[in-house]
């Protein structure tokens, strides 16, 4: 089975940073992206960042441009996602989600929607009060 394992939330006070980890098994496609998504309490889910395997390409929501990095340990399986000087409205669920039919190069156009993403992993909160 295809499975992702979502780690790392915590309680930081602004300004502070976490890395979260999604931990990825049962994968046989050579090519798929991963997303990190994020639902804060009463918004609608939004697409924060996502990478694809083959190609590398990234993609980052203009809200967290600057502050968020998201690399991938392909050796690992894994996907992480450094937040610096995070906000208080970065404040949210945080779920990793891989899309299997990810063609590479297309996140440049398509960007990153949850729709794509047909693999969700459960999530991991972070809390950022001010």
């Known amino acids: 089975d295809v499975q992702l394992q979502a780690s790392g939330g915590g309680l930081v006070q602004a300004g502070g940073s976490l890395r979260l980890s999604c931990a990825a098994s049962g994968f046989t496609d050579d090519s798929y992206a991963i997303g990190w998504f994020r639902q804060a309490p009463g918004k609608e889910r939004e697409g924060v960042s996502c990478?694809?395997?083959?190609?590398?390409?990234?993609y980052y929501a203009d809200s967290v441009k600057g502050r968020f990095t998201i690399s991938s340990d392909n050796a690992k399986n894994t996907v992480y996602l450094q937040m610096n000087s995070l906000k208080p409205e970065d404040t949210a669920v945080y779920y990793c989600?891989?899309?299997?039919?990810?063609?590479?190069?297309?996140?440049?156009?398509?960007?990153?929607?949850?729709?794509?993403?047909?693999?969700w992993g459960q999530g991991t909160l972070v809390t950022s009060p001010a």
């Open positions: 989600a891989a899309d299997f039919d990810y063609q590479p190069g297309s996140m440049v156009v398509t960007g990153c929607p949850a729709i794509f993403y047909n693999t």
């Open positions: 990478i694809g395997s083959s190609d590398g390409t990234t």
